[in-house]
Structures are given as C-alpha cells and as structure tokens.
C-alpha cells in the first residue's frame, strides 16, 4: 500500500501552530508579523499564489500585504521602493515573487532585501548558511520555503532523525528547490544525488533513491518503472496539462498513478508540497519578526520546539 501524504493536512496543523504562536506574540509584545509581498506584471498563476499567500497570512494573525507593479517597471525602481520597505521597522519579511521581467536583473532584487526580512532564504548570506551548515539549520536561519515544506513531509513518513542515511536523490539543481532541497537533506545526515537536465542514466539513478524529490517541471518525467518498491517521493512539480476538450488540470513531475502501489509514499499534486510551501512562509515571517523583537531586547522567549 502506498501512503498518500496529506499535504494539505499536515499544512493545515502548523498553519494552526503558527496561528496560536502569532497570538501569543501580539499578546506579549504587541507587535503583529507583517508580511510585504510584491508582484511584478499580471502573469495569471504568479498572481494566484500571491494572493493565496496574502489570504493565508490573514488567517494566522499575520498582516499581509500585496503591492503591485507594472510588468515595465525599471530594476532601480524596484530596489529603491525594497530599500524603503527595509527601513520600515513594521515590516518582517519581504517576498519579491519571481519570475521577474527581462529588464529587471532577478539577483539585484534577490540581494537588495535585508537578509533579517528575506522570508524566502533567497539572499545569498542566507543561502550560504544554508549551503554550510553542520546540522539541522537553527531557528533563527531563513531557510528556502518550498525545500522546508518538503522536508517536514519526508519527516512526517520517515520520523526526526529519519532520513540519516538514506540515498537522496534531488531531480533539478533550481536556487529555488534543488540546491537548498539537497543542501537540507544533507543537513539531515541523507547522502545526496543531484541530477539534472544534463545527467544521464536517470531512471537508474532513480532506481536507486530511497528518497526521491522531484523538481524539474517536466510532467510526468519520471515514470512507475523507474521507482524503488518502498521510496519516499516528494514531487514538486505542478504543470499544467490541457486536454483537447479545452479543460485543463495540474500535474506533477512523476507519473502518479504508475507510482500508486509501488513506492512506499507520494505527494499528490495538487495537495502535496504546494500547501506546505505557503505555511513555511508564514513560518519564516514569524522566525524574521521574533529574531527582530529580539535583536532589539524585546520578546526575545522563543517558543521550544523542533526548527527543521
Ligand atoms: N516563484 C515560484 N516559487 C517561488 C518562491 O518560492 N518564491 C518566490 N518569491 N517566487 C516564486
């Protein structure tokens, strides 16, 4: 039996973590997290999972915030409404949703966000301490959202401490998922593959994954046959497939019904990873906001517990 793993379930317990630790901290120190997110352009699905991660910041306790620019703003423009929003002490973490346009180089705004607000772990101060840990990474490091969320799934199957040992392989070296996904598995004592657009011999290299996560946006790239009876898949992926009805429908990067049966367990898509990568958001913007009240002798208690 394969074990469908409940994305939306286990985002739905540590939103509702995340929403009593909020209250608690407006109670104590009446500071409420802000979250600023910022979009450029009218792309349909960057607009969608911006305004799901404004909704879901209201529903913890936390205030997000979505301003909107024109898709021919200039990089100058862009940096300098940054530099205010890093000087603004009522802001927590900053979230520049990519991808951006042309004109707008996408490693200057990476690098413009104050690494103590970068909620995403993108800036390359908190993406080197990610890629340099010894260990798990400490509460107070803003770690990449989507890499965490997968994470907590493979933890939530396998148990803390779960993954030591166990052959990983990462499909896709993305600064968004790939690198920081392997720079955490490894962080969690897993020995860790990276394959990519280049590698060759995929399917074997996958054959011999117990755990996989798979992040390349290819849909249904890796096949049933290619799957170790008794793997743990990730699946990042989310493309969308049109049928010639004119309907469409998501899926991901592994051929889930092959998978069905094989493996050990599997995220859906959707309901798998993508849930989990807007709580881990909302988790960020409260590490961000706490170490600010902290750095500043405020409402320093942090609450005890696990910081995967
Ligand atoms: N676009 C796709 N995924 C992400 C993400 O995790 N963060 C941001 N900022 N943009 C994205």
Sequence with gaps: MTRV?????IAATLRARIAAEVADLVAETGVRPRLHVLLVGEDPASLAYVRTKEKMAREVGIDGRLERFPGTIGEARLVARIAELNA???VHGILVQLPLPPQVRTSAVLEAIAPGKDVDGFHPLNAGRLATLS???????????????????LEEV??????CGKRALVLGRSTIVGRPMAALLLAHDATVTIAHSKSRELAEE?????????????PGLVRGAWLSAGAVVVDVGINRIRAAD????????????????????????????????VACLLDNTLRACRARLAAEGRGSRWPRRSSS
């Design 88 to 90: 603004d002490p009522a």
């Design 5 to 9: 793993i409940d994305g939306r379930a």
């Design 135 to 153: 260990g798990p990474p400490p509460e107070d490091l803003l770690v990449p959202c989507t890499p965490r969320g997968c994470l907590l799934l």
């Design 206 to 218: 996958c054959r011999r994954a117990e755990i996989l996560v798979a992040a390349v946006g290819r």
């Design 158 to 163: 396998l148990g803390r401490g779960g993954l």
């Design 246 to 277: 004119g309907t469409s429908r998501l899926v991901g990067d592994v051929a889930f019904a092959e998978a069905l049966g094989r493996v050990a367990a599997i995220t859906p898509v959707p309901g798998g990873v993508g849930p989990m990568t």
